[in-house]
């Protein structure tokens, strides 16, 4: 079955270092979205990339859909602590049925 | 009003105990789920209603019974629960369905745990 898998399952940085976490679909994807959960809390949106190559921008996040459209990338940029959580990508699945996500990256931050 | 309210925060069960769980969500949002999430774990799909019609059922066990309603309404009806059922229960919106369902507002879910 589709499975949609994130690398790494943990990270664990220095506040102002750079972060990036990896999703892979072992599918075509029609598109792609990101969510944050912080700890205690429930997944929150962060965007939607539809087309192939796409790269948005949100702050110090950049996102990027592949050109294949079968993987996808978020990158923080001199990260805060408010950027810890955990970080899912998230997927329709390939009835086109539902959002299917992914392992998810803890991402902690100390200052 | 962008929110989706679930109720309640906490429920605390035995496994002979009848509970249900509540979703509102007045945004006019045609797709309504809900999801189980164990810690460290992602969540995982449970039911999608699309216009107040149940359409998909992950093969979750019977002793979990959704029910819809109406359009902003979402309960899910537990009966007979195992230890192992104890988890976050999530339920989330959309506007749009299948290929168009777009964002999905989470609720902040449901923590259960069954004695």
């Known amino acids: 079955g589709q499975q949609v898998m994130q690398i790494p399952q943990y990270q664990h940085v220095q506040e102002g270092e750079d972060f990036t976490t990896y999703c892979n679909s072992s599918?075509?994807?029609?598109?792609i979205q990101w969510y944050k959960q912080r700890p205690g809390g429930h997944p929150v949106f962060l965007i939607q990339?539809?087309?192939?190559?796409e790269v948005k921008k949100q702050k110090r996040l950049t996102f990027q859909f592949g050109e294949a459209k079968k993987n996808s990338s978020l990158h923080i940029t001199a990260t805060q602590t408010t950027d810890v959580g955990t970080y899912f990508c998230?997927?329709?699945?390939?009835?086109?049925?539902?959002?299917?996500f992914g392992k998810g990256t803890t991402l902690s931050v100390s200052s | 009003d962008t929110e989706v309210t679930q109720t309640p925060k906490h429920l605390v069960m035995g496994m002979t105990n009848k509970k249900s769980l509540k979703c509102e969500q007045h945004?006019?949002?045609?797709?309504m789920y809900w999801y189980k999430q164990k810690a460290k774990k992602p969540p995982e799909l449970m039911f999608v209603?699309?216009?107040?019609?149940?359409?998909i059922n992950e093969s979750v066990p019977s002793r979990f019974s959704p029910e819809c309603p109406n359009s902003s309404l979402l309960n899910l009806h537990l009966h007979a629960l195992q230890p192992e059922d104890s988890a976050l229960y999530l339920c989330?919106?959309?506007?749009?369905?299948?290929?168009?369902?777009?964002?999905?507002?989470f609720g902040e879910g449901s923590r259960l745990t069954v004695l």
């Open positions: 989330a919106s959309s506007q749009g369905t299948g290929l168009n369902t777009g964002e999905l507002f």
């Open positions: 599918t075509t994807l029609s598109n």
């Open positions: 990339l539809v087309k192939s190559g």
């Open positions: 998230a997927g329709i699945n390939q009835a086109g049925t539902a959002l299917i």
């Open positions: 945004m006019g949002h045609r797709a």
């Open positions: 209603y699309s216009y107040e019609k149940l359409s």
